[in-house]
């Protein structure tokens, strides 16, 4: 038996419980692991909460991302006692997540433990860290550089954005910080944002372009937020989309981009080839300053998961949650 979190859909309507589940239960997969730590992303509090279509049967466990023990395997490539992480690939959508105590899945989702990491510290950085990383590699496959000038981070204080501040900054960026909650301030001063600005200044439809600011862009939120960080982006600029907090669309024109050359990366990090992980996650060893992801991470059981999901579907969770699963 093990616990899981289970969201059902049927004439009783859509909710998420805590439930105990037999081992028979787990969906195939090559290899089988015992969790240690899960995370709660933004796409899971949609699927939790049942405020976006992101689960795609039922029932379902979520949980986009996991590290833990491998117990079962039929793959060369792991072996009982490994270590392993799983970011995407779209579990807690389509196969049973991680926000439970066992998890079965496919080996080429899973890479080794980063060296340099312990389990709950890969998942104190998890797929949004990884997916700031993605956003920054984008970057500086573009050539961006700290002497461009500025560069704006949206969402500044969630997930994404707290790690996209904290890497840039480290990577000697000057790092405008973008957020709806300005009593965050000091915690994103402290990751190492130079300035923060009210994302009301973004938010509202904006003109096709204007003014030029911003060498780069890193943007977790969408709509109307992205279309004026894009008409905002100096000219050869990049801009990293990750998000859409805000929203799908995308109320813009074609004129940043055929007026100022800016470049638009869309970042998935759901499906990325296992070498680019692994590149990713070579990266953030290096730049990650360990004391700093407890301050951008918070520590919570699975039980606590459900309740924690209406609160990031809110705007009001600050960073990472870890889960620890097995509490």
């Not at 992101?54 to 491998?70: E, K, L, N, Q, Y």
């Not at 501040?165 to 009593?183: E, H, I, N, P």
């Not at 709509?223 to 799908?248: E, I, Y």
């Amino acid at each position: 038996m093990f616990k899981a979190i289970v969201i059902n859909k049927d004439e009783q309507g859509y909710r998420a419980q805590l439930q105990q589940l037999e081992e028979a239960a787990l969906p195939a997969g090559e290899v089988k692991v015992d969790v240690l730590y899960s995370t709660l992303n933004y796409k899971d509090g949609l699927a939790i909460t049942g405020k976006g279509p992101v689960v795609r049967s039922f029932p379902m466990v979520p949980g986009i991302d996991f590290a833990g023990c491998v117990t079962e395997s039929a793959s060369p490539d792991f072996k009982v006692g490994d270590l392993v992480l799983l970011n995407g690939w779209g579990v807690g959508e389509g196969h049973w997540g991680g926000l439970a105590q066992r998890a079965s899945v496919r080996a080429d989702w899973l890479i080794p433990l980063p060296k340099g990491f312990t389990a709950k510290q890969a998942l104190a950085i998890g797929t949004a860290g990884y997916t700031a990383m993605l956003c920054i590699m984008a970057l500086q496959k573009h050539g961006t550089k700290p002497s461009d000038g500025e560069v704006l981070v949206t969402g500044a204080a969630g997930g994404v954005g707290s790690f996209a501040v904290s890497l840039l900054s480290k990577l000697g960026f000057t790092v405008v910080a973008s957020t709806g909650r300005l009593d965050e301030a000091d915690y994103l001063k402290k990751l190492g944002a130079n300035e923060i600005i009210d994302r009301a200044s973004l938010s509202a439809p904006g003109k096709p372009l204007a003014k030029e600011r911003w060498a780069a862009v890193v943007d977790s939120v969408g709509s109307h937020t992205l279309a004026n960080a894009c008409a905002q982006t100096k000219s050869d600029g990049a801009v990293a989309a990750c998000g859409l907090a805000q929203g799908m669309d995308f109320p813009s024109s074609v004129a940043p981009f055929i007026l100022r050359g800016v470049t638009l990366y869309g970042i998935n990090s759901v499906t990325v080839p296992r070498a680019k992980r692994i590149a990713a996650y070579e990266q953030l060893s290096q730049l990650v300053d360990l004391n700093t992801l407890d301050e951008i991470s918070k520590e919570i059981s699975l039980q606590d998961a459900i309740t924690y999901a209406d609160q990031l579907m809110a705007g009001n969770v600050r960073g990472r949650v870890i889960v620890d699963v097995n509490q």
